[in-house]
Protein backbone atom coordinates (compact mmCIF):
# COMPACT_ATOMS: atom_id res chain seq x y z
CA UNK A 1 0.00 0.00 0.00
CA UNK A 2 2.06 2.64 -1.36
CA UNK A 3 -1.26 5.80 -1.20
CA UNK A 4 -1.69 7.34 2.18
CA UNK A 5 -4.30 9.88 2.58
CA UNK A 6 -2.39 13.40 3.78
CA UNK A 7 -4.02 14.57 7.40
CA UNK A 8 -5.73 17.71 5.20
CA UNK A 9 -6.94 14.75 3.15
CA UNK A 10 -8.64 12.88 5.83
CA UNK A 11 -10.00 15.98 7.88
CA UNK A 12 -11.75 17.18 4.70
CA UNK A 13 -12.99 13.63 3.91
CA UNK A 14 -14.26 13.38 7.57
CA UNK A 15 -15.89 16.98 7.31
CA UNK A 16 -17.44 16.05 3.75
CA UNK A 17 -19.15 12.75 5.21
CA UNK A 18 -20.39 14.80 8.15
CA UNK A 19 -21.99 17.04 6.27
CA UNK A 20 -23.58 15.05 3.34
CA UNK A 21 -24.76 12.32 5.83
CA UNK A 22 -28.23 13.86 6.59
CA UNK A 23 -29.24 13.96 3.01
CA UNK A 24 -28.46 10.00 2.62
CA UNK A 25 -29.32 8.88 6.40
CA UNK A 26 -33.25 8.76 8.04
CA UNK A 27 -34.10 11.11 10.39
CA UNK A 28 -33.59 8.23 13.01
CA UNK A 29 -30.21 7.79 11.98
CA UNK A 30 -29.28 11.24 12.15
CA UNK A 31 -30.49 11.55 15.52
CA UNK A 32 -28.67 8.55 16.39
CA UNK A 33 -24.97 9.76 14.59
CA UNK A 34 -25.96 13.07 16.52
CA UNK A 35 -25.78 11.02 19.41
CA UNK A 36 -22.45 9.80 18.37
CA UNK A 37 -21.01 13.40 18.13
CA UNK A 38 -21.68 13.76 21.80
CA UNK A 39 -19.52 11.05 22.08
CA UNK A 40 -16.98 11.96 19.99
CA UNK A 41 -16.74 14.91 22.20
CA UNK A 42 -16.59 13.00 25.74
CA UNK A 43 -13.86 10.37 24.31
CA UNK A 44 -11.68 13.55 22.80
CA UNK A 45 -11.16 14.61 25.82
CA UNK A 46 -11.04 11.52 27.92
CA UNK A 47 -8.44 10.22 25.57
CA UNK A 48 -6.27 13.04 26.09
CA UNK A 49 -6.71 12.06 29.50
CA UNK A 50 -5.95 8.31 29.57
CA UNK A 51 -4.45 7.91 26.60
CA UNK A 52 -1.56 10.51 26.77
CA UNK A 53 -1.62 11.24 30.45
CA UNK A 54 -1.99 7.63 31.38
CA UNK A 55 -4.46 8.30 33.82
CA UNK A 56 -8.14 6.67 34.26
CA UNK A 57 -11.17 8.38 35.16
CA UNK A 58 -14.77 6.61 35.74
CA UNK A 59 -16.61 9.90 36.07
CA UNK A 60 -16.91 11.06 33.09
CA UNK A 61 -20.72 10.31 32.65
CA UNK A 62 -21.16 12.44 36.19
CA UNK A 63 -19.11 15.28 34.09
CA UNK A 64 -22.03 15.20 31.20
CA UNK A 65 -24.61 14.58 33.97
CA UNK A 66 -23.28 17.95 35.98
CA UNK A 67 -23.20 19.81 31.94
CA UNK A 68 -26.73 18.67 31.42
CA UNK A 69 -28.31 19.85 35.06
CA UNK A 70 -26.67 22.68 35.19
CA UNK A 71 -27.53 23.81 31.58
CA UNK A 72 -31.39 22.52 32.37
CA UNK A 73 -32.07 24.04 35.88
CA UNK A 74 -31.30 27.40 34.74
CA UNK A 75 -32.73 27.41 32.10
CA UNK A 76 -36.17 25.96 32.78
CA UNK A 77 -36.30 26.54 36.86
CA UNK A 78 -34.46 30.00 36.25
CA UNK A 79 -35.23 30.86 32.98
CA UNK A 80 -31.76 31.78 31.80
CA UNK A 81 -31.03 32.41 28.68
CA UNK A 82 -29.05 28.57 27.18
CA UNK A 83 -25.54 29.94 25.98
CA UNK A 84 -25.13 31.80 29.80
CA UNK A 85 -26.37 28.52 31.35
CA UNK A 86 -24.07 26.56 29.52
CA UNK A 87 -20.81 28.89 29.89
CA UNK A 88 -21.61 28.06 33.72
CA UNK A 89 -22.46 24.76 33.54
CA UNK A 90 -18.84 24.45 31.78
CA UNK A 91 -16.90 26.46 33.99
CA UNK A 92 -18.49 25.04 37.11
CA UNK A 93 -17.96 21.73 35.99
CA UNK A 94 -14.00 22.30 35.40
CA UNK A 95 -14.14 23.77 38.94
CA UNK A 96 -15.40 21.22 39.65
CA UNK A 97 -13.11 18.31 37.81
CA UNK A 98 -10.18 20.40 39.42
CA UNK A 99 -11.49 20.34 43.29
CA UNK A 100 -11.51 16.64 42.50
CA UNK A 101 -8.32 16.19 40.92
CA UNK A 102 -6.10 18.71 42.36
CA UNK A 103 -5.30 16.62 45.75
CA UNK A 104 -6.03 13.11 43.92
CA UNK A 105 -3.53 13.80 41.32
CA UNK A 106 -0.51 13.79 43.64
CA UNK A 107 -0.38 10.27 44.59
CA UNK A 108 0.66 7.76 42.40
CA UNK A 109 -1.65 4.92 41.41
CA UNK A 110 -5.09 4.27 40.49
CA UNK A 111 -6.77 6.62 43.06
CA UNK A 112 -8.53 8.71 40.02
CA UNK A 113 -9.78 5.70 39.21
CA UNK A 114 -11.49 4.83 42.09
CA UNK A 115 -12.25 8.44 43.47
CA UNK A 116 -14.11 9.33 40.09
CA UNK A 117 -16.28 6.15 40.23
CA UNK A 118 -17.50 7.03 43.28
CA UNK A 119 -17.87 10.65 42.80
CA UNK A 120 -20.19 9.54 39.61
CA UNK A 121 -21.98 7.19 41.76
CA UNK A 122 -22.75 9.92 44.07
CA UNK A 123 -23.97 12.26 41.39
CA UNK A 124 -26.33 10.14 39.17
CA UNK A 125 -28.05 9.12 43.23
CA UNK A 126 -28.73 12.65 43.70
CA UNK A 127 -29.66 13.60 40.32
CA UNK A 128 -32.40 10.89 40.56
CA UNK A 129 -33.32 11.39 44.20
CA UNK A 130 -32.92 15.30 44.95
CA UNK A 131 -36.63 15.87 43.31
CA UNK A 132 -37.18 19.21 44.22
CA UNK A 133 -34.00 20.76 41.89
CA UNK A 134 -33.36 17.63 39.61
CA UNK A 135 -37.18 16.56 39.32
CA UNK A 136 -35.57 13.20 40.63
CA UNK A 137 -36.53 10.15 38.17
CA UNK A 138 -38.92 12.45 36.07
CA UNK A 139 -35.92 14.52 35.25
CA UNK A 140 -36.20 17.95 33.94
CA UNK A 141 -38.69 18.11 30.73
CA UNK A 142 -39.23 21.05 28.81
CA UNK A 143 -35.36 22.17 28.38
CA UNK A 144 -35.14 25.06 25.74
CA UNK A 145 -33.86 24.89 22.01
CA UNK A 146 -30.37 26.32 21.92
CA UNK A 147 -29.82 30.17 20.00
CA UNK A 148 -26.61 31.01 19.12
CA UNK A 149 -26.86 34.52 17.93
CA UNK A 150 -30.07 35.04 17.15
CA UNK A 151 -30.44 31.21 15.04
CA UNK A 152 -32.69 28.90 16.75
CA UNK A 153 -31.10 24.71 16.86
CA UNK A 154 -34.94 23.99 17.08
CA UNK A 155 -34.18 20.86 14.06
CA UNK A 156 -32.96 17.73 15.44
CA UNK A 157 -31.48 18.32 12.22
CA UNK A 158 -29.46 21.65 12.74
CA UNK A 159 -28.31 20.44 16.64
CA UNK A 160 -26.55 17.18 14.56
CA UNK A 161 -24.62 19.85 12.63
CA UNK A 162 -23.53 21.79 15.73
CA UNK A 163 -23.13 18.86 17.67
CA UNK A 164 -20.59 17.71 14.48
CA UNK A 165 -19.34 21.11 14.24
CA UNK A 166 -18.17 21.08 17.72
CA UNK A 167 -16.79 17.61 18.14
CA UNK A 168 -14.44 18.33 14.74
CA UNK A 169 -13.05 22.08 16.19
CA UNK A 170 -12.27 19.99 19.09
CA UNK A 171 -10.83 16.99 16.92
CA UNK A 172 -8.96 19.61 14.90
CA UNK A 173 -7.40 21.38 18.48
CA UNK A 174 -6.67 18.17 19.79
CA UNK A 175 -3.99 17.70 16.99
CA UNK A 176 -2.79 21.26 18.29
CA UNK A 177 -2.91 20.16 21.81
CA UNK A 178 -0.63 17.15 21.31
CA UNK A 179 1.84 18.81 19.43
CA UNK A 180 2.60 21.47 21.92
CA UNK A 181 4.47 21.99 24.64
CA UNK A 182 1.71 21.04 27.02
CA UNK A 183 1.02 17.93 24.78
CA UNK A 184 4.97 16.95 24.23
CA UNK A 185 4.91 17.28 28.11
CA UNK A 186 1.89 15.02 28.37
CA UNK A 187 2.98 12.42 26.20
CA UNK A 188 6.39 12.12 28.05
CA UNK A 189 4.85 11.79 31.64
CA UNK A 190 2.51 8.83 29.88
CA UNK A 191 5.55 7.25 29.19
CA UNK A 192 7.40 7.54 31.92
CA UNK A 193 6.76 9.91 34.41
CA UNK A 194 10.14 10.39 36.15
CA UNK A 195 11.92 11.04 33.16
CA UNK A 196 9.72 13.62 31.98
CA UNK A 197 9.89 15.29 35.36
CA UNK A 198 13.99 14.90 35.35
CA UNK A 199 13.50 17.13 32.29
CA UNK A 200 11.75 19.87 33.84
CA UNK A 201 7.53 18.74 33.70
CA UNK A 202 5.51 19.52 36.56
CA UNK A 203 3.74 16.60 36.27
CA UNK A 204 1.08 17.19 39.25
CA UNK A 205 -0.10 20.18 37.11
CA UNK A 206 -0.05 18.77 33.82
CA UNK A 207 -2.44 15.93 34.98
CA UNK A 208 -4.49 17.94 36.75
CA UNK A 209 -4.61 20.63 33.57
CA UNK A 210 -5.74 18.10 31.21
CA UNK A 211 -8.13 16.08 34.05
CA UNK A 212 -10.04 19.30 34.37
CA UNK A 213 -9.95 19.93 30.18
CA UNK A 214 -11.33 16.54 29.78
CA UNK A 215 -14.27 17.03 32.39
CA UNK A 216 -14.68 20.60 30.38
CA UNK A 217 -15.19 18.69 27.12
CA UNK A 218 -18.11 16.31 29.16
CA UNK A 219 -19.73 19.52 30.29
CA UNK A 220 -20.12 20.68 27.15
CA UNK A 221 -21.59 17.65 25.75
CA UNK A 222 -23.89 17.12 28.78
CA UNK A 223 -25.07 20.55 27.97
CA UNK A 224 -25.55 19.76 23.96
CA UNK A 225 -27.38 16.87 25.22
CA UNK A 226 -29.59 18.86 27.44
CA UNK A 227 -30.57 20.99 24.09
CA UNK A 228 -30.65 18.07 21.93
CA UNK A 229 -33.58 15.65 23.60
CA UNK A 230 -34.98 19.15 25.55
CA UNK A 231 -34.88 16.77 28.02
CA UNK A 232 -32.56 16.11 30.97
CA UNK A 233 -33.00 12.71 32.98
CA UNK A 234 -30.61 11.18 35.37
CA UNK A 235 -30.51 7.83 34.21
CA UNK A 236 -29.25 9.25 30.66
CA UNK A 237 -25.57 9.43 32.56
CA UNK A 238 -25.59 6.09 34.53
CA UNK A 239 -22.53 3.54 34.71
CA UNK A 240 -23.40 2.10 31.64
CA UNK A 241 -22.46 5.55 29.76
CA UNK A 242 -19.05 5.53 31.12
CA UNK A 243 -18.81 1.61 30.25
CA UNK A 244 -19.53 2.81 27.05
CA UNK A 245 -17.53 5.73 26.47
CA UNK A 246 -14.55 3.27 27.27
CA UNK A 247 -15.23 0.96 25.15
CA UNK A 248 -15.25 3.62 22.43
CA UNK A 249 -11.90 4.34 23.45
CA UNK A 250 -10.89 0.64 23.18
CA UNK A 251 -12.42 -0.13 20.18
CA UNK A 252 -11.36 3.17 18.43
CA UNK A 253 -7.62 2.86 19.50
CA UNK A 254 -7.04 4.39 22.72
CA UNK A 255 -4.27 7.23 22.19
CA UNK A 256 -4.80 7.81 18.87
CA UNK A 257 -6.09 10.69 17.37
CA UNK A 258 -9.11 9.47 14.89
CA UNK A 259 -9.77 6.35 17.48
CA UNK A 260 -12.50 8.64 19.93
CA UNK A 261 -14.60 9.63 16.72
CA UNK A 262 -14.25 6.11 14.84
CA UNK A 263 -14.91 4.63 18.01
CA UNK A 264 -17.80 6.81 18.63
CA UNK A 265 -19.76 6.57 15.59
CA UNK A 266 -18.70 2.94 15.48
CA UNK A 267 -20.44 1.96 18.74
CA UNK A 268 -23.24 4.38 19.00
CA UNK A 269 -24.25 2.80 15.91
CA UNK A 270 -23.85 -0.68 17.31
CA UNK A 271 -26.15 0.23 20.30
CA UNK A 272 -28.90 1.55 18.28
CA UNK A 273 -28.93 -1.11 15.60
CA UNK A 274 -29.46 -4.05 18.03
CA UNK A 275 -33.13 -4.14 17.64
CA UNK A 276 -34.44 -7.11 20.01
CA UNK A 277 -31.01 -7.19 21.63
CA UNK A 278 -31.10 -4.59 23.10
CA UNK A 279 -31.56 -5.68 26.97
CA UNK A 280 -28.00 -7.06 25.79
CA UNK A 281 -26.58 -3.94 25.32
CA UNK A 282 -24.05 -4.07 28.33
CA UNK A 283 -23.59 -7.89 27.45
CA UNK A 284 -22.52 -6.94 23.57
CA UNK A 285 -20.16 -3.97 24.72
CA UNK A 286 -18.58 -6.48 27.31
CA UNK A 287 -17.85 -8.63 24.50
CA UNK A 288 -16.33 -5.41 22.15
CA UNK A 289 -14.84 -4.09 24.72
CA UNK A 290 -13.41 -7.54 25.86
CA UNK A 291 -12.46 -8.45 21.94
CA UNK A 292 -10.84 -5.11 21.01
CA UNK A 293 -8.50 -5.99 23.96
CA UNK A 294 -7.33 -9.41 23.29
CA UNK A 295 -7.52 -8.96 19.53
CA UNK A 296 -6.81 -5.19 18.43
CA UNK A 297 -4.80 -4.15 21.17
CA UNK A 298 -4.12 -0.53 19.28
CA UNK A 299 -7.81 -0.26 18.31
CA UNK A 300 -9.34 0.19 15.09
CA UNK A 301 -7.28 3.26 13.72
CA UNK A 302 -4.06 1.97 15.91
CA UNK A 303 -4.58 -0.95 13.57
CA UNK A 304 -4.95 0.49 10.55
CA UNK A 305 -2.25 3.17 11.17
CA UNK A 306 0.37 0.35 12.22
CA UNK A 307 -0.80 -1.64 8.95
CA UNK A 308 0.24 1.41 6.82
CA UNK A 309 3.10 2.37 8.38
CA UNK A 310 4.37 -1.64 8.14
CA UNK A 311 3.42 -1.13 4.43
CA UNK A 312 5.95 1.93 4.32
CA UNK A 313 8.30 1.56 6.45
CA UNK A 314 11.23 3.94 5.92
CA UNK A 315 14.95 2.90 6.97
CA UNK A 316 16.26 4.58 10.34
CA UNK A 317 18.49 7.59 9.31
CA UNK A 318 16.25 8.61 6.17
CA UNK A 319 15.22 11.01 7.67
CA UNK A 320 15.52 14.62 7.01
CA UNK A 321 18.53 15.92 6.51
CA UNK A 322 20.03 18.37 9.39
CA UNK A 323 22.84 21.23 8.60
CA UNK A 324 25.27 19.55 10.68
CA UNK A 325 26.59 22.23 13.38
CA UNK A 326 29.48 19.52 14.56
CA UNK A 327 31.11 21.57 17.51
CA UNK B 1 31.28 26.00 53.35
CA UNK B 2 33.35 27.54 50.43
CA UNK B 3 31.54 29.92 47.78
CA UNK B 4 33.77 28.58 45.17
CA UNK B 5 31.56 24.97 45.08
CA UNK B 6 28.82 24.42 43.12
CA UNK B 7 27.78 21.72 44.54
CA UNK B 8 28.35 21.13 48.17
CA UNK B 9 27.05 18.55 50.12
CA UNK B 10 27.96 17.54 53.52
CA UNK B 11 27.35 15.02 55.98
CA UNK B 12 24.40 13.31 53.84
CA UNK B 13 23.11 10.26 55.36
CA UNK B 14 19.90 7.84 54.14
CA UNK B 15 18.87 4.94 56.08
CA UNK B 16 16.83 2.00 54.90
CA UNK B 17 15.24 0.80 58.16
CA UNK B 18 18.36 -0.39 59.90
CA UNK B 19 20.45 0.04 57.03
CA UNK B 20 23.03 2.95 56.79
CA UNK B 21 23.57 2.97 52.89
CA UNK B 22 25.28 6.74 53.20
CA UNK B 23 26.65 7.40 56.31
CA UNK B 24 28.01 10.93 56.19
CA UNK B 25 29.11 11.41 52.76
CA UNK B 26 30.63 14.74 51.83
CA UNK B 27 31.17 15.78 48.13
CA UNK B 28 31.37 18.76 46.16
CA UNK B 29 32.10 20.03 43.23
CA UNK B 30 33.72 22.74 41.54
CA UNK B 31 31.93 24.53 38.85
CA UNK B 32 33.51 23.57 35.43
CA UNK B 33 34.83 20.33 36.79
CA UNK B 34 33.94 16.69 35.80
CA UNK B 35 33.35 14.64 39.00
CA UNK B 36 33.55 11.14 39.08
CA UNK B 37 31.32 8.85 41.55
CA UNK B 38 32.92 5.07 41.96
CA UNK B 39 32.95 2.36 44.26
CA UNK B 40 31.84 -1.86 44.38
CA UNK B 41 28.76 -2.53 43.54
CA UNK B 42 26.90 -1.62 46.94
CA UNK B 43 29.09 1.24 48.12
CA UNK B 44 26.10 3.33 48.21
CA UNK B 45 26.37 5.54 44.67
CA UNK B 46 23.09 4.90 42.93
CA UNK B 47 21.74 5.96 46.62
CA UNK B 48 23.60 9.10 46.38
CA UNK B 49 22.77 10.07 43.33
CA UNK B 50 19.13 9.51 43.84
CA UNK B 51 19.29 11.46 47.46
CA UNK B 52 21.59 14.18 44.79
CA UNK B 53 18.83 14.72 42.60
CA UNK B 54 16.09 14.98 44.77
CA UNK B 55 14.42 11.51 43.98
CA UNK B 56 15.05 10.16 47.25
CA UNK B 57 14.81 12.36 50.51
CA UNK B 58 17.95 12.08 52.21
CA UNK B 59 17.85 11.34 56.71
CA UNK B 60 20.43 14.42 57.59
CA UNK B 61 23.56 16.23 55.88
CA UNK B 62 22.47 19.30 53.22
CA UNK B 63 22.75 19.64 50.19
CA UNK B 64 23.36 23.21 48.50
CA UNK B 65 23.43 24.03 44.67
CA UNK B 66 25.27 27.09 43.80
CA UNK B 67 25.24 28.25 47.94
CA UNK B 68 21.33 27.52 47.86
CA UNK B 69 19.78 24.53 49.66
CA UNK B 70 18.48 21.64 47.53
CA UNK B 71 16.58 19.32 50.26
CA UNK B 72 12.80 19.56 49.70
CA UNK B 73 12.97 21.16 45.87
CA UNK B 74 11.04 18.78 43.57
CA UNK B 75 13.08 17.40 40.90
CA UNK B 76 11.14 19.03 37.85
CA UNK B 77 11.94 22.32 39.69
CA UNK B 78 15.79 21.66 40.20
CA UNK B 79 15.89 21.83 36.16
CA UNK B 80 15.11 25.70 36.82
CA UNK B 81 18.02 26.21 38.87
CA UNK B 82 20.27 24.63 36.44
CA UNK B 83 20.71 21.07 37.95
CA UNK B 84 19.56 18.14 35.25
CA UNK B 85 20.08 14.16 35.26
CA UNK B 86 19.84 11.52 33.05
CA UNK B 87 19.06 8.17 34.36
CA UNK B 88 20.81 4.65 33.83
CA UNK B 89 17.80 2.82 33.08
CA UNK B 90 17.13 4.18 29.45
CA UNK B 91 13.00 5.82 29.26
CA UNK B 92 12.43 6.65 25.65
CA UNK B 93 8.98 8.66 25.48
CA UNK B 94 7.56 5.85 23.58
CA UNK B 95 5.55 7.31 20.69
CA UNK B 96 7.46 10.80 20.47
CA UNK B 97 10.31 10.86 17.57
CA UNK B 98 14.05 11.96 18.57
CA UNK B 99 13.27 15.70 18.08
CA UNK B 100 10.13 15.69 19.79
CA UNK B 101 11.67 13.86 22.94
CA UNK B 102 14.52 16.93 22.83
CA UNK B 103 11.92 19.57 23.02
CA UNK B 104 10.54 17.85 25.92
CA UNK B 105 13.45 19.17 27.61
CA UNK B 106 12.73 22.60 26.44
CA UNK B 107 9.72 22.81 28.94
CA UNK B 108 11.26 25.49 31.40
CA UNK B 109 12.51 27.42 28.78
CA UNK B 110 9.40 27.97 27.28
CA UNK B 111 5.60 28.89 29.56
CA UNK B 112 2.74 28.36 26.60
CA UNK B 113 -0.11 26.28 28.13
CA UNK B 114 -3.23 24.84 26.64
CA UNK B 115 -5.43 27.46 25.72
CA UNK B 116 -2.56 29.21 24.20
CA UNK B 117 -1.30 26.23 21.78
CA UNK B 118 -5.10 25.81 20.89
CA UNK B 119 -5.52 28.97 19.91
CA UNK B 120 -1.67 28.77 17.87
CA UNK B 121 -1.08 32.20 19.08
CA UNK B 122 1.82 34.12 16.90
CA UNK B 123 3.98 34.27 20.94
CA UNK B 124 3.02 30.16 20.68
CA UNK B 125 4.50 29.73 16.82
CA UNK B 126 7.91 31.87 17.67
CA UNK B 127 8.14 29.79 20.93
CA UNK B 128 7.65 26.67 19.25
CA UNK B 129 10.30 27.83 16.84
CA UNK B 130 12.86 28.49 19.46
CA UNK B 131 12.29 25.19 20.57
CA UNK B 132 12.27 23.68 17.70
CA UNK B 133 16.13 24.97 16.73
CA UNK B 134 17.33 24.67 19.89
CA UNK B 135 16.28 21.19 19.96
CA UNK B 136 18.09 20.85 16.81
CA UNK B 137 21.21 22.41 17.77
CA UNK B 138 21.34 20.25 20.98
CA UNK B 139 20.83 16.90 18.90
CA UNK B 140 23.14 18.21 15.98
CA UNK B 141 25.36 18.78 19.03
CA UNK B 142 25.74 14.86 20.55
CA UNK B 143 25.92 13.85 16.85
CA UNK B 144 22.13 12.87 16.22
CA UNK B 145 21.18 15.47 13.91
CA UNK B 146 20.13 12.94 11.09
CA UNK B 147 18.03 10.60 13.20
CA UNK B 148 15.56 14.00 14.23
CA UNK B 149 12.72 12.35 12.59
CA UNK B 150 13.04 8.89 13.85
CA UNK B 151 11.00 7.69 16.85
CA UNK B 152 12.72 7.57 20.09
CA UNK B 153 11.80 4.09 20.97
CA UNK B 154 13.71 2.84 17.51
CA UNK B 155 16.78 3.87 18.36
CA UNK B 156 20.09 1.57 19.15
CA UNK B 157 20.91 2.06 22.87
CA UNK B 158 24.08 3.89 21.97
CA UNK B 159 22.03 6.16 20.45
CA UNK B 160 19.58 6.18 23.54
CA UNK B 161 22.59 7.16 25.70
CA UNK B 162 22.84 10.25 23.43
CA UNK B 163 19.90 11.30 23.36
CA UNK B 164 19.92 11.59 26.83
CA UNK B 165 22.47 13.53 27.20
CA UNK B 166 20.63 15.76 24.27
CA UNK B 167 17.49 16.27 26.38
CA UNK B 168 19.62 17.05 29.12
CA UNK B 169 21.76 19.79 27.67
CA UNK B 170 18.97 21.79 25.55
CA UNK B 171 17.47 22.60 29.26
CA UNK B 172 20.88 24.54 29.70
CA UNK B 173 21.96 23.48 32.47
CA UNK B 174 25.09 24.35 34.45
CA UNK B 175 25.80 20.63 36.28
CA UNK B 176 24.33 17.88 34.69
CA UNK B 177 24.11 14.46 36.85
CA UNK B 178 25.20 11.78 34.78
CA UNK B 179 24.12 8.07 35.87
CA UNK B 180 26.47 5.55 34.35
CA UNK B 181 26.65 6.92 30.62
CA UNK B 182 28.77 4.49 29.46
CA UNK B 183 26.68 1.57 30.80
CA UNK B 184 25.92 -0.31 27.38
CA UNK B 185 28.47 0.88 25.04
CA UNK B 186 31.03 -0.81 23.66
CA UNK B 187 34.84 0.67 23.32
CA UNK B 188 34.13 2.85 20.60
CA UNK B 189 30.97 4.22 21.40
CA UNK B 190 32.50 5.14 25.02
CA UNK B 191 35.90 6.75 23.53
CA UNK B 192 33.24 8.98 21.48
CA UNK B 193 31.30 9.69 24.69
CA UNK B 194 34.52 10.71 26.63
CA UNK B 195 34.97 13.38 24.01
CA UNK B 196 31.32 14.30 23.94
CA UNK B 197 31.95 14.97 27.94
CA UNK B 198 34.42 16.94 27.43
CA UNK B 199 33.45 19.43 24.89
CA UNK B 200 30.24 19.79 26.99
CA UNK B 201 33.04 20.47 29.83
CA UNK B 202 34.23 23.18 27.14
CA UNK B 203 31.15 24.96 27.28
CA UNK B 204 31.64 25.49 30.89
CA UNK B 205 29.68 23.17 32.28
CA UNK B 206 29.89 21.00 35.34
CA UNK B 207 29.43 17.27 35.00
CA UNK B 208 29.13 14.48 37.87
CA UNK B 209 29.09 11.02 36.82
CA UNK B 210 28.09 7.65 38.81
CA UNK B 211 30.34 5.35 36.35
CA UNK B 212 31.58 1.46 36.26
CA UNK B 213 33.76 2.12 33.68
CA UNK B 214 36.91 2.84 35.27
CA UNK B 215 39.14 3.96 32.10
CA UNK B 216 36.44 6.06 31.23
CA UNK B 217 36.47 7.94 34.39
CA UNK B 218 40.20 7.98 35.59
CA UNK B 219 40.88 9.48 31.38
CA UNK B 220 38.31 12.43 31.96
CA UNK B 221 37.41 13.18 35.08
CA UNK B 222 39.10 15.79 36.84
CA UNK B 223 38.19 14.89 40.60
CA UNK B 224 37.23 11.32 42.01
CA UNK B 225 35.36 10.90 45.09
CA UNK B 226 35.07 7.02 46.15
CA UNK B 227 32.26 5.20 48.18
CA UNK B 228 32.48 2.10 50.01
CA UNK B 229 30.25 0.80 52.15
CA UNK B 230 28.03 4.46 52.18
CA UNK B 231 30.98 5.98 53.61
CA UNK B 232 33.42 7.90 51.69
CA UNK B 233 36.80 6.26 51.19
CA UNK B 234 39.16 8.85 49.15
CA UNK B 235 38.17 12.18 46.98
CA UNK B 236 41.15 13.53 45.16
CA UNK B 237 42.29 13.37 41.29
CA UNK B 238 42.81 10.40 39.34
CA UNK B 239 46.56 9.58 40.28
CA UNK B 240 45.57 10.37 44.27
CA UNK B 241 42.56 7.78 43.99
CA UNK B 242 44.56 5.02 42.08
CA UNK B 243 47.76 5.54 44.19
CA UNK B 244 45.45 5.44 47.38
CA UNK B 245 46.01 2.19 49.27
CA UNK B 246 42.49 2.01 51.03
CA UNK B 247 41.42 2.45 47.38
CA UNK B 248 43.40 -0.78 46.23
CA UNK B 249 42.31 -2.50 49.16
CA UNK B 250 38.38 -1.96 48.85
CA UNK B 251 37.74 -1.89 45.32
CA UNK B 252 40.86 -2.04 42.85
CA UNK B 253 42.64 -5.31 44.15
CA UNK B 254 39.73 -6.66 46.58
CA UNK B 255 39.56 -9.98 44.97
CA UNK B 256 43.57 -10.83 45.06
CA UNK B 257 43.62 -9.46 48.74
CA UNK B 258 41.15 -11.76 50.01
CA UNK B 259 41.74 -14.70 47.69
Wanted: aromatic share 8%; glycine share 12%; hydrophobic share 50%.
Amino acid sequence: MSWRPTHTQSVLALIAVAVVFPFFGSAATVTVMALGGLYAIVAIGLNLLVGYAGKISFGHNAFMALGAYVSGILTVTYGWPPLAAMLVAVVGTGLVAFLIGAPILRVRGHYLAMITLAFAQIIIIVSTRWTEVTGGLTGIPGVPDLSIFGFAFDTKLRMYYLIWFVAIVLFLLSFRIVDSRFGRALRALGAHEAAAASLGVDVVRCRIQIFVLSAVYAALAGCLYAHFLNYVNGTFFDLSVMIQLMAILVVGGIGTMWGPLVGAVLLVWVSQNLGGYAEYSQLIFGILYGGALLFLPKGVVGEITARLNGARKAPAGQAEPVPSQSA
Amino acid sequence: MTSSQLIDVQGLTKKFGGVTALDKVDFAVQPGQIAGLIGPNGAGKSTFFNVLTGVLPGNGGEIHFDGKRLDGVQPHDRVRLGMVRTFQKIHPFYGMTVLESVMVGCHTRGSAGILPAMLRLPAVKAEEQRFREAAKASLAFVGLGAQADVLADALPLGHQRLLQIACGLVTEPRVMLLDEPASGLDANETARLADLLLAIREQGKTLVLVEHDMSLVMKICDQITVLSFGRRLANGSPDEVRRNPKVIEAYLGSGEHRA
